[in-house]
């Protein structure tokens, strides 16, 4: 299991805005509601929390460095 920091995103394009990121993984993101988007929160994040937030992305939108 990788536990070392990696850098992520939410690709924009791709993204529908359901939320489901920042509802199940808080740690790692949170819902712009103006841009109806998630935002991400750090610069780098464990490999297993970012794998677990792109297990829950319905469009596979979260992308790990």
Known sequence: MDTSPHGYSVNPVCCNGCGACAAMVPELFEMDEEA???????AEAPAEDIERAMGICPHD???MD
């Open 36 to 42: 109806e988007k998630p935002v991400v929160l750090l």
């Open 61 to 63: 939108c979260i992308e």
